[in-house]
């Protein structure tokens, strides 16, 4: 098993959702994050005057599949994240040792 953490723009999410409903990726979990990479913040503009934005707001999504579903979803969140400017976000993936449904108890690909 895999866990797939993406962080993406807020505006995609639901794309994203979407997408991956479509591929039958039933569960995923959602946080609202802020931080920075490559893109490093940006200036705006209030009432005339400028400040520093050090942190964008983003969404990181995280789903756990199975090994044989990791291409797809990865695939999947890459089409419908991408509008190619700098900023669409990072996907990373880990191994999970074991998964454990609290109501049943059920462990493994079973708990997905």
């Keep these: 098993m895999k ?5 993406i723009r807020h505006f995609k999410l639901e794309d994203v959702k979407n997408a991956l ?4 990726i039933s569960g995923m979990t ?9 893109q490093k913040g940006h200036t705006e503009m209030y009432r005339g ?3 520093a934005v050090d942190f964008v707001p983003k969404v990181k999504l995280e789903v756990v599949v199975s ?4 291409k797809n979803v990865i695939d999947t ?3 419908s994240a991408q509008t190619g400017q700098i900023g669409d976000g990072k996907i990373f993936v880990t191994d ?9 108890g059920e462990t ?3 708990a997905l």
């Design 77 to 79: 969140v890459m089409r």
């Design 21 to 24: 409903s479509e591929q039958g």
């Design 3 to 7: 866990k797939v953490e993406a962080v």
């Design 30 to 38: 959602i946080t609202e994050v802020r931080g920075f990479g490559r």
């Design 96 to 104: 999970l040792a074991d998964t454990i449904r609290i109501r049943t």
């Design 67 to 70: 090994d044989d579903n990791l």
């Design 108 to 110: 493994g690909e079973e």
């Design 49 to 51: 005057t400028e400040y």
